[in-house]
Nanobody, 120 residues
């Protein structure tokens, strides 16, 4: 079974940085798209960024120039470097990974979430 384990969240002051990690366990996988999403209290989950298997990225406008996604296929991992953090970045961050199922449908897997709080 696929498990995505997240780490790296915490409390940081405005303008600071954090690096989130998401590592898949339970086997050897070949993921298609991977990405990061976030959800603040009282709000819907929103896209932060996605990355394809060949490295193409799609960032939300609110994080362009501040956040950087990367992946290590050999380690079944995806990372999010977060710089110049703002209070509005405060949310629970979830990693996501997709791969083909046995019926050739796309399967979604999610991490447990990690809290990021930006406050002075």
């Amino acid at each position: 079974q696929v498990q995505l384990v997240e780490s790296g969240g915490g409390l940081v002051r405005p303008g600071g940085s954090l690096r989130l990690s998401c590592v898949a366990s339970g086997g050897i996988f070949s993921f298609n798209d991977m990405g990061w999403y976030r959800q603040a209290p009282g709000k819907q989950r929103e896209l932060v960024v996605t990355i394809t298997s060949d490295g193409s990225t799609n960032y939300a406008d609110s994080v362009k120039g501040r956040f950087t996604i990367s992946r290590d296929n050999a380690k079944n991992a995806v990372y999010l470097q977060m710089n110049s953090l703002k209070p509005e970045d405060t949310a629970v961050y979830y990693c996501n990974a997709q791969m083909w199922g046995v019926s050739f449908n796309v399967l979604d897997y999610w991490g447990q979430g990690t809290q990021v709080t930006v406050s002075s």
